[in-house]
């Protein structure tokens, strides 16, 4: 296994299995990871920080409050990973996580970081199928959080039950899945559109929107990792994307338009995740329009560059997006049918955490069969992995041409 570039965070809590983590800690540096370790203080009782400290190779953080020069803020040092695995987690810190709690170093660093969170409860029988603890792990699942089932067997208290920590080498594969998606899209060709359109009035004046592009880049980089052969339409952006995405840079809507239209043909699955420009001036003046200059400026409509996509489908998958700000799911599933969509990705952009230039989103994700799913706010990261493995549970995701070339 080679996770050389990945970073990622192990938080240990206070379970007597806290001394196994010590295992995926090493395996993951023989694996090429950057691994940062956080304890509670209860775990430092079970398994000591210079143990960690040796397996990781680095400082291991036991203090929120910690002032060495190891650590800038450490929980938020802590947060800036590519994936959170906390092994074990007890009860207690799922309850925190669920209800936003950060009173020490591992509960704070969670609630800091955007990544994916990767947890393996190890407890109690009794404890793991107390109806708050069921409730709190359905309220993570529900936010996009990834578990290993514990195991049934002979607790370290004597006691036989459901509770122990997940052999460690189903937490390894689940490690594994996490930072090496499977292969889902292996084989297909995936357009993505990303960020705003300018449309210019002037050489040095433009409208516009306040999209980021990080949903598009997100989406790209996760189609990427999921095998595709990606190229992202991308208005102008200040982003970088993964090395597996071919990025087109486009200015205008028209632009945008000529390119998505070139590369259709040859896709078997288009994302359309750009905030396109529905006007554009009519006319572009050659200079900068004085202020003392009383001006008029037409707009036109732009090429819906969608609907006309919809009309030519075939045996295509088409992705759109719907940015509201009221009667969302109406307008979704009007834009769903209008422009022959198989899904439609919709958020209410006047929601705070999901709007244009948040690094969360909020969404609604309604399919051609009927089919609606809410989600909760998430990163767009993991908003991006769930939408790709919501495509290819479609319908028609089997039908495609390449996939049937695969058989």
């Not at 993951?28 to 009782?45: E, H, N």
């Not at 594994?176 to 899209?185: G, S």
């Not at 705003?196 to 980089?221: Q, V």
């Not at 205008?252 to 750009?274: C, G, H, T, W």
Request: hydrophobic share 45%.
């Amino acid at each position: 296994m080679n996770f050389t570039g990945k970073k990622i965070t192990v938080g240990i809590t206070g379970g007597i299995a806290a001394y196994k983590a010590a295992d995926i800690v090493s395996w993951l540096k023989q694996s090429g990871a950057d691994v940062s370790v956080a304890m509670t203080a209860s775990a430092c009782k079970i398994i000591t920080p210079l143990t960690l400290k040796v397996l990781s190779g680095k400082p291991v953080a036991t203090d929120i409050n910690s002032l060495s020069s190891d650590w800038n803020v450490p929980h938020i040092d802590l947060a800036a990973t590519d994936l959170f695995v906390v092994v074990p987690a007890t009860a207690n810190i799922i309850a925190k996580v669920a209800h936003g709690i950060a009173d020490e170093i591992v509960s704070a660093a969670i609630l800091a970081t955007n990544a994916p969170l990767l947890f393996a409860p190890a407890m109690h029988t009794d404890m793991y199928n107390n109806p708050a603890t069921q409730a709190n792990l359905e309220l993570l699942a529900k936010r996009g959080c990834k578990f290993v089932e514990p195991g049934s067997g002979r607790l370290a208290c004597g006691a036989v039950g459901k509770g122990r920590l997940a052999d460690i080498e189903d937490i390894k594969e689940a490690i594994t899945d996490a930072l090496l998606p499977k292969q889902l899209l292996q084989g297909l060709k995936v357009i993505v559109t990303a960020g705003p359109t300018h449309e210019y009035i002037d050489p040095f004046r433009y409208i516009s929107n306040c999209s980021s592009g990080k949903m598009g880049y997100a989406l790209a980089a996760a189609a990427a990792a999921a095998g595709a052969q990606v190229e992202l339409i991308s208005g102008p952006c200040q982003l970088a994307t993964s090395l597996n995405v071919k990025v087109t840079n486009v200015v205008s809507a028209r632009q945008m338009a000529a390119e998505v239209f070139a590369r259709y043909n040859d896709a078997d699955i288009v994302i359309m995740a750009a905030a396109v420009a529905d006007y554009r001036p009519e006319v572009i003046a050659d200079h900068k329009i004085k202020k003392t200059t009383e001006t008029t400026v037409n707009f036109v409509a732009t090429t819906d560059i969608l609907n006309e996509l919809g009309k030519s489908k075939g045996k295509k998958l088409l992705i759109g997006f719907a940015a509201e700000t009221e009667d969302l799911t109406d307008y979704a599933q009007q834009k769903l049918q209008q422009k022959n969509l198989d899904l439609i990705i919709a958020n209410n952009i006047s929601q705070p955490g999901a709007g244009f230039s948040c690094d969360t989103n909020i969404i609604t994700a309604i399919s051609a069969e009927g089919e609606t799913q809410q989600w909760p706010q998430m990163s767009k990261q993991s908003v991006a992995a769930k939408i790709i493995e919501l495509i290819t549970d479609l319908p028609r995701f089997a039908a495609l041409p390449s996939k049937k070339e695969e058989k």
